[in-house]
T-cell receptor
């Protein structure tokens, strides 16, 4: 069972470079989301999607773009990386059937912007 | 807006002892769900336990139990018979019904289990 797969696991970028963090799930989950984790901050929501073609902003969306062309994939794009985007990024998916639905997380991507 | 508060940045417990990790929350919703996740040093997020606001019984999953006190808006995680492998970060989270089921996380508690 693959679950939620994130690539790459590690990435170093130079300031101003662009890149896409990939996220794919094979559980046919409608709901997918991206979080960033910074020391002492817990996980904060960047963007989320309730289904193909539908995305919305979370708590910290600035500097990030997303799209959802298929149920399986939810890539996160950094258009012009900044040192403040150095963080660990998690993708998650779930079935939005109510408050008791567990979210499944990917392994995380550790991004460093120099 | 919902808010999750974990007031213990770090906790120590001796192996085989029980430990309680605190979580308080603030919400105006009548129906909500509370989760606990474990994050070991390897970094992955592991789901531990869930409590629904209308659940009459406190949730239990093996050595994990949730001390849910709705009137006090607290959902503390109790780990019984601690093991060295329980050393990790622990996050309390709540579903955000406004943001279509996104999770709001607390800042986490770092637990160290000592021999």
């Amino acid at each position: 069972n693959a679950g939620v797969t994130q690539t790459p696991k590690f990435q170093v970028l130079k300031t101003g470079q662009s890149m896409t963090l990939q996220c794919a799930q094979d559980m046919n989950h409608e709901y997918m989301s991206w979080y960033r984790q910074d020391p002492g901050m817990g996980l904060r929501l960047i963007h989320y999607s309730v289904g193909a073609g539908i995305t919305d902003q979370g708590e910290v969306p600035n500097g990030y773009n997303v799209s959802r062309s298929t149920t399986e994939d939810f890539p996160l794009r950094l258009l012009s990386a900044a040192p403040s985007q150095t963080s660990v990024y998690f993708c998650a998916s779930s079935i939005p059937t109510g408050p008791n639905t567990e979210a499944f997380f990917g392994q995380g991507t550790r991004l460093t912007v120099v | 807006a919902q808010k999750i508060t974990q007031t213990q940045p770090g906790m120590f417990v001796q192996e085989k002892e029980a430990v309680t990790l605190d979580c308080t929350y603030d919400t105006s919703d009548q129906s909500y769900g509370l989760f606990w996740y474990k994050q070991p040093s390897s970094g992955e997020m592991i789901f531990l336990i869930y409590q629904g606001s209308y659940d009459e019984q406190n949730a239990t999953e093996g050595r994990y139990s949730l001390n849910f006190q709705k009137a006090r808006k607290s959902a503390n995680l109790v780990i019984s018979a601690s093991q060295l492998g329980d050393s990790a970060m622990y996050f309390c989270a709540m579903r955000d019904t406004i943001k279509d089921d996104a999770l709001n996380f607390g800042k986490g508690t770092s637990l160290l289990v000592t021999p």
